[in-house]
Nanobody, 120 residues
Framework: PAPLVESGGGAVPAGGSLRLACAGS????LAWFRQAPGKEREGVAG???????KYADFVKGRFTISRDKSANRMYLQMNNLTPDDTAMYYC??????????????????WGQGTQVTVPS
């Protein structure tokens, strides 16, 4: 499969929005993870090739994951961002169907990450 490449990160004020994108092909299960300084990497949202989706509880309806198979892209629309959302966001993928969606150990392929900063 093609390497995963994230884009769309940046700095936004609290309450703002960002749309992250992940480019890559040849995958069945896709997900977004994030890692804040000094914290473990945690799952944010996952989506499989059939469109089934799972979100982490902390998303609370603020984030939307989607994928465009024709464009080999996955997206994460993030609204109402808070300083707690500040982290490096990573795209994760695997060629097999999703099982755990938000379990880090189940993903083989990872992007380099894109930084999201929400100043307090």
């Amino acid at each position: 499969p093609a390497p995963l490449v994230e884009s769309g990160g940046g700095a936004v004020p609290a309450g703002g929005s960002l749309r992250l994108a992940c480019a890559g092909s040849g995958y069945d299960c896709l997900a977004w993870f994030r890692q804040a300084p000094g914290k473990e990497r945690e799952g944010v949202a996952g989506i499989d090739s059939g469109g089934s989706i799972k979100y982490a509880d902390f998303v609370k309806g603020r984030f939307t994951i989607s994928r465009d198979k024709s464009a080999n892209r996955m997206y994460l629309q993030m609204n109402n961002l808070t300083p707690d959302d500040t982290a490096m966001y990573y795209c994760a993928a695997d060629v097999y169907p999703c099982t755990g969606y938000l379990q880090r150990v189940l993903y083989t392929y990872w992007g380099q990450g894109t930084q999201v900063t929400v100043p307090s």
